[in-house]
Structure formats: structure tokens, C-alpha cells
């Protein structure tokens, strides 16, 4: 194996692991943001025009504790599994591939490449990655939006497949395709790029150094436009994955994209389309900062041990990080069961 195609598959191992400890880390995030793109769906609950009104889960924090009290801390971790195999195919490839996209369309001193040739080969990568993930997606979605006291039709996450494709046939399991192909091509053409970019422009002004607090800096942007960006196509997704099919597998609320942006509009305003935006933001933030940092990180390292051709060094590197993440995911259990005690007394 050449030294270019070992270090390629490095980047897309790498990318993998490091998005899957992400997922985990943010699952409880991703469980509330779900909750609340589905409540009050079409203004169903109220008259009024006010879709915030009479609200379930009443924001993050508060939607958070409620998802915990009623269901406990497996509630907040429902669709882990398909999350994490979600990331480890879809993230694997639009983080992995991201480098090598830009190396075909020209890019060969990485601190002034252009910025369209980061958004274009970030699109690419995020496109291709989310159509080939979409049945891993689909199931996340379906566990994650049960609701307290509502029961699931699928025992685990490959009854589930199976269940989909029986159910609703094969192309049953690409339900969404559409929107999560274009929030995908949106993400990664704004999450990395803008990274990517913040960065070097920060370097190259002389402005900061090469540290944990520039990737600070640029991960916040970077999680704010993404979030800003994507969060009409993740409530579409969100909506289409989880509707309704009659007995031919035909959806019977949203046909398509265009059609599902449309009622979203129509019966809930244009506000409808930013439901569940903070903890979307909060999601992308962290989901920016540590697969991305673990990402930089790893590759870093493991070239150093690449150079001093010691494959051993790089494999224990890979799992440090690793460990460190979950040390992360631990940390953010114990400071939700603090909050939730607190809150009760």
C-alpha cells in the first residue's frame, strides 16, 4: 500500500471514530431537538397561529429534564445505535473524503485555497456520505421521536430495517432522502469550510496561534453558520421521516422537500421552519468541536508516528483519543443528573 493511500485510509478510520464518539456525546442533544421539529406539527394542538403555545417540552433545558423524568436517562439515549452507525458511514465519508475532494479540484497549499473549492468539495463529500447513511438515519429518527408511553414496532435497530423494508420495500428505507442529501450538502459545505476558513484567516491575520482556543473560536462560527444553514432542511428530514405511510408505503402528509417547506409555512410560519434551533446549535457545536478537534488531533499524531513508521504508536494514539471522548460523554451524564436534581430540590 502506497503512502498516500495509507494516510487516506487513515483520515476516513479516523473520521469515523472520531464522529461516532461525537454522536454519543451529543445523542441526549439530538433526542430534545427531534422532540420539539415534531411538536405541535402543523399547529394539530391549538387553534391559534402560535405554534410555540401550549408547548410540551417549553425549550432545551426544560424539554430535556421533562424527557428525563418521564423516561430516564435511557430516554435521552434512545436511537443510539443507529446514531452511532449513522456516523460511523456518514461522517466517515464526508470528513474523510473532504481532504482528498479538495486535492482533485486543485487545492495543493491548504492555508489559501479558495473558499468555494472548501464548499464545493464539502458538499460533494456531505452529499455522498448522507445518501449511502439515510437508512441508519431513518431509524435514529423513528426511536428518538417516541414519546413517553408511546410504543415502538421495532424491537432494536435491525428489526427495525428489516421491518421498513418488509413494510414500506426496500426504498422504504430512503425515506427522506431528499432533504437529508441537501441539509448533508449544506452541512459540510458550511461546517468544514467555515472551520477551514475561520482558521487559516485567523492564522494568516497573525490574530491567534495554532492552539486549543483558535479551534474554539473557529468551531463556534463554524456550529453557528452550520446550524443557521441547516435547520429548515433537518426539520423537513425530521417530518418526512417520521410520517405517516398508508398500506402502499405512499406518504400521506409531505410528497417532497418543496412540499413539506410549503405547509411547514403555511400552518406554522417561517419560525415553523427553525423549531428545535438551539439545541440544533448546541448539537452542532460540540459535534463540531469534538470529532473535528479529534480529527485534527489524530492525524497530526498519527503522521508524526507515520514518520517514524510506527504503526503500534498510531493505534494507541487512535485510542486514547477515543477514551478521552468517552470520558467527555461521562462528564456530560453526571452534569445532566446534577441539573435534574437541583431542578426537583
Same mark, same amino acid.
Given at each position: !500500500? ?18 461516532? *464518539? ?34 410540551? %417540552? ?13 423516561? $430516564? ?10 446514531? !452511532? ?63 413517553? $408511553? ?44 467555515? %472551520? ?44 418526512? !421521516? ?19 417547506? $410549503? ?18 446549535? !448546541? ?28 504503526? *503500534? ?28 436534581? %437541583?431542578?426537583?430540590?
Amino acid at each position: !500500500m502506497s503512502t498516500q493511500s495509507s494516510e487516506n485510509l487513515t483520515r476516513f478510520v479516523l473520521s469515523g471514530i472520531s464522529n461516532m *464518539c461525537g454522536g454519543a456525546v451529543t445523542n441526549p442533544i439530538d433526542v430534545i431537538k427531534i422532540r420539539m421539529q415534531l411538536e405541535n406539527e402543523l399547529g394539530s394542538k391549538h387553534s391559534s397561529k402560535n405554534i410555540f403555545k401550549d408547548r410540551y %417540552y417549553k425549550g432545551f433545558i426544560r424539554g430535556g429534564i421533562r424527557i428525563f423524568s418521564e423516561e $430516564g436517562l435511557r430516554g435521552l439515549y434512545k436511537g443510539l445505535l443507529p446514531s !452511532m452507525m449513522r456516523e460511523g458511514s456518514y461522517s466517515t465519508i464526508r470528513l474523510g473524503a473532504y481532504e482528498p475532494l479538495k486535492v482533485k479540484l486543485g487545492a495543493t497549499d491548504i492555508a489559501h485555497t479558495p473558499l468555494w473549492k472548501k464548499i464545493v468539495a464539502g458538499a460533494m463529500s456531505g452529499t455522498i456520505g448522507s445518501a449511502i447513511a439515510t437508512p441508519t438515519d431513518l431509524v435514529k429518527v423513528r426511536f428518538q421521536a417516541l414519546g413517553p $408511553g408511546k410504543k415502538s414496532e421495532y424491537r432494536h435497530t435491525f428489526h427495525a430495517f428489516w421491518k421498513i423494508a418488509q413494510k414500506e420495500g426496500v426504498r422504504g428505507l430512503w425515506t427522506g432522502v431528499g432533504p437529508t442529501v441537501q441539509r448533508a450538502a449544506i452541512l459540510t459545505a458550511a461546517q468544514i469550510p467555515s %472551520y477551514d476558513h475561520t482558521k487559516h484567516t485567523l492564522l494568516n491575520a497573525q490574530l491567534m496561534e495554532e492552539g486549543p482556543a483558535l479551534h474554539g473560536v473557529s468551531s463556534v462560527i463554524a456550529g453557528f453558520v452550520t446550524a443557521l444553514s441547516t435547520s429548515p432542511f433537518d426539520v423537513v428530514k425530521t417530518r418526512m !421521516m417520521n410520517q405517516k405511510k398508508d398500506a402502499s408505503g405512499k406518504p400521506l402528509v409531505y410528497r417532497n422537500t418543496i412540499h413539506c417547506i $410549503g405547509k411547514i409555512v403555511r400552518h406554522e410560519g417561517l419560525l415553523g421552519l427553525y423549531k428545535g434551533f438551539i439545541p440544533n446549535w !448546541m448539537r452542532i457545536g460540540p459535534h463540531t468541536i469534538t470529532p473535528i478537534f479529534g480529527w485534527y488531533e489524530s492525524r497530526v499524531k498519527v503522521a508524526e508516528d507515520y514518520a517514524q513508521q510506527s504503526a *503500534c504508536n498510531s493505534l494507541l494514539v487512535i485510542a486514547t483519543i477515543t477514551l478521552k471522548l468517552h470520558f467527555t460523554l461521562l462528564t456530560l451524564q453526571r452534569g445532566l443528573l446534577v441539573v435534574v436534581d %437541583y431542578t426537583k430540590g
